[in-house]
């Protein structure tokens, strides 16, 4: 982190934030802000992962999680090299975090891609919905597919899975899966079908 910092009170700095004095937040904002965001940037820039959130928006995560760790912890970071490790731990974790989340969906995309694929169905319009969608949240994603099914000629209506669980009150499956005629899901095995639910399950695409 070499000299950031190096002339500033910190022991003070520390007391102020577990004070909860909003000038010493701000303060260290301005010492830590533009050290953390110079290593998302570059991190996110030289990943080859696609879909990574706003690097402001992590940067500002890691700097409340760090304020709120002062807060709790106290002066166990006043000294300046402590505070200057955990800030850098921080953002190295919630930088392998990002990079875990956006791996775990592009192995989801290819798990579904391989079970489609196994059963010999060319589905090119169902995975550009999926990768389209997969980031939006579950009330607008229902609005859009709705509005996407409307438009289509009845011969390409998707085919959207709904699971229900008696007793269990599971909410209906968040994803579709979508054909270029209906009856074409009877081509899709028992095996098939299982697989992707149990997919979706695993993936977090519907709760109890």
């Not at 002339?7 to 520390?14: G, I, Q």
């Not at 589905?123 to 597919?145: C, I, S």
Request: hydrophobic share 40%; charged share 30%; net charge positive.
């Amino acid at each position: 982190m070499g000299k950031l910092g190096e002339e500033y009170n910190f022991t003070l700095l520390v007391k102020q934030i577990a004070a909860g004095e909003g000038k010493a937040e701000t303060e260290f904002y301005r010492q830590f802000r533009w050290w953390v965001e110079s290593i998302v940037v570059h991190r996110f820039t030289c990943s080859s992962y696609k879909g990574l959130p706003d690097p402001e928006l992590v940067v500002n995560d890691i700097l409340l999680k760090v304020i709120k760790a002062i807060q709790i912890k106290k002066f166990d970071l006043a000294q300046a090299p402590k505070l200057r490790a955990f800030v850098a731990s921080t953002t190295k974790m919630k930088i392998t975090d990002e990079f875990s989340k956006v791996k775990a969906k592009q192995g989801f995309l290819q798990k579904i891609r391989s079970i489609v694929d196994r059963e010999t169905i060319i589905v090119p319009k169902t995975l550009q919905m999926f990768v389209a969608h997969q980031e939006l949240e579950a009330k607008e994603w229902r609005n859009q597919l709705n509005k996407c099914i409307e438009s289509l000629p009845q011969r390409e209506k998707f085919v959207i899975i709904e699971h229900y669980l008696r007793g269990r009150k599971y909410e209906i499956i968040r994803k579709a899966l979508g054909l270029q005629d209906a009856s074409q899901v009877a081509n899709l095995s028992y095996q098939a079908r299982k697989r992707l639910m149990d997919c979706l399950k695993n993936a977090g695409f519907w709760k109890k």
